[in-house]
C-alpha cells in the first residue's frame, strides 16, 4: 500500500518560515491535502489539492507538491501555529485513505 | 454551519461490539461522502471506512475489514459505524468526517469524536 513520510519533529523561531515535507513514490501525480491538530482538538484542513486554502486559512498558510515530496510552508510563523501537522491523500489503486504519520511544529 | 456530532462511545470488553452515530446539519447530507477516522491515544490519524453519498460503495482500511460495517441513513442524516469483534488496538478516538465530494478525496469538517475504550 502507500506510504506517505513526515519527519517528527520540525522547530522554527516565531517569525521564521516552516516547512513541513510529506514523501511519497511519484506524490506529485497525486493530489495531496494538509490538516492541522490541536492537542484536545479535532483536525482542521489548512490546504487542499496541493496549494488552496479553504476559507479562513491564513494566506501564511501555503502549500507545493512535485516529484516524491510535498510540502506545506507556514510563513511568518505564530505561536498559535504550534500544532501536529498531517498530509493526506486518496490512493486509488488500494481504494484508502492513507495520512502521513504526522509533523509536530514547534515554535521555539 | 456543518456540524458533525458523534455518539456511542465507551468501554467495551475484548470481543465486544459497538455502534457509533453521527448526526449531521448544516448541509446536505445526501449529496456527499462521509468518512470515519480514528486517532489511537498519543498516535497519528488513521483512516477508518468511507462510503458514497447514496451508500452504494463503501471502503475499509484493512485493520478494520470484516469487521466493521459504515451504512448511513439518509433520511436521518446519521451515519453509523457498527464495530465487532473489537480488540485492544481499536481503542481510540473515532471520528465523523465530511469529504468534499460524493467520492473519497478530503476532508472538510470533522467531528469532535468519541472515545471508544477496548479493555477487560
Known amino acids: 500500500s502507500y506510504v506517505l513520510t513526515q519527519p517528527p519533529s520540525v522547530s522554527v523561531a516565531p517569525g521564521q518560515t516552516a516547512r513541513i515535507t510529506c514523501g511519497g513514490n511519484?506524490?506529485?501525480?497525486?493530489?495531496v491535502h494538509w490538516y492541522q491538530q490541536k492537542p484536545g482538538q479535532a483536525p482542521v484542513l489548512v490546504v487542499y489539492?496541493?496549494?488552496d486554502r479553504p476559507s479562513g486559512i491564513p494566506e501564511r498558510f501555503s502549500g507545493s507538491n512535485s516529484g516524491n515530496t510535498a510540502t506545506l510552508t507556514i510563513s511568518r510563523v505564530e505561536a498559535g501555529d504550534e500544532a501536529d501537522y498531517y498530509c493526506?491523500?486518496?490512493?486509488?489503486?488500494?481504494?484508502?485513505?492513507?495520512f502521513g504519520g504526522g509533523t509536530k511544529l514547534t515554535v521555539l | 454551519q456543518v456540524q458533525l456530532v458523534e455518539s456511542g462511545g465507551g468501554v467495551v470488553q475484548p470481543g465486544g461490539s459497538l455502534r457509533l452515530s453521527c448526526a449531521a446539519s448544516?448541509?446536505?447530507?445526501?449529496?456527499?461522502?462521509m468518512h470515519w477516522v480514528r486517532q489511537a491515544p498519543g498516535k497519528g490519524l488513521e483512516w477508518v471506512a468511507f462510503i458514497r453519498y447514496d451508500g452504494s460503495n463503501k471502503y475499509y482500511a484493512d485493520s478494520v475489514k470484516g469487521r466493521f460495517t459504515i451504512s448511513r441513513d439518509n433520511s436521518k442524516n446519521t451515519l453509523y459505524l457498527q464495530m465487532n469483534s473489537l480488540r485492544a488496538e481499536d481503542t481510540a478516538v473515532y471520528y465523523c468526517?465530511?469529504?468534499?465530494?460524493?467520492?473519497?478525496?478530503?476532508?472538510?469538517?470533522w467531528g469532535q469524536g468519541t472515545l471508544v475504550t477496548v479493555s477487560s
Open positions: 448544516g448541509f446536505t447530507f445526501s449529496s456527499y461522502g
Open positions: 489539492d496541493d496549494s
Open positions: 511519484n506524490i506529485g501525480s497525486k493530489s
Open positions: 493526506q491523500v486518496w490512493d486509488s489503486s488500494s481504494d484508502s485513505v492513507v
Open positions: 468526517a465530511k469529504d468534499w465530494h460524493k467520492e473519497p478525496y478530503y476532508f472538510d469538517y
